[in-house]
Nanobody, 124 residues
């Protein structure tokens, strides 16, 4: 599956942003979808994941309550709603897909397909 992320931009702290990631092909619903982010000079870190059906979600502990992941399999799209943004949320955000059954996995190595990334910059 090919993934295309969008929705990044420059926002002021406290504001919201919604990222989208569209997948190609008919197999989108067979993948667990995740979002990761990578800030300058830092390692890529897990943000959130959503199950194939969309019924189950998993978040980085520090982001739970501010970020929300969802998916629309009819549109082959996964979303990341980000609220109350902080300067430390500044990063390139990547969507990713995995077929591996590994509940609550946070490792990027479990994900096979990656989007190109979309830059989110939060100003103070």
């Amino acid at each position: 599956v090919q993934l295309q992320a969008s929705g990044g931009g420059l926002v002021q702290a406290g504001n919201s942003l919604r990222l989208s990631c569209v997948g190609s092909g008919r197999t989108f619903s067979t993948f667990v979808m995740g979002w990761f982010r990578q800030a300058p000079e830092k390692e890529r870190e897990f943000v959130a994941a959503v199950s194939k059906s969309g019924k189950s979600t998993h978040y980085r502990t520090s982001l739970e309550g501010r970020f929300a992941i969802s998916r629309d399999n009819a549109e082959n799209t996964v979303y990341l709603q980000m609220n109350s943004l902080k300067p430390e949320d500044t990063a390139v955000y990547y969507c990713a897909a995995r077929s591996l059954f590994k509940p609550n996995s946070t490792s990027p190595y479990d994900y096979v397909y990656w989007g190109q990334g979309t830059l989110v910059t939060v100003s103070s």
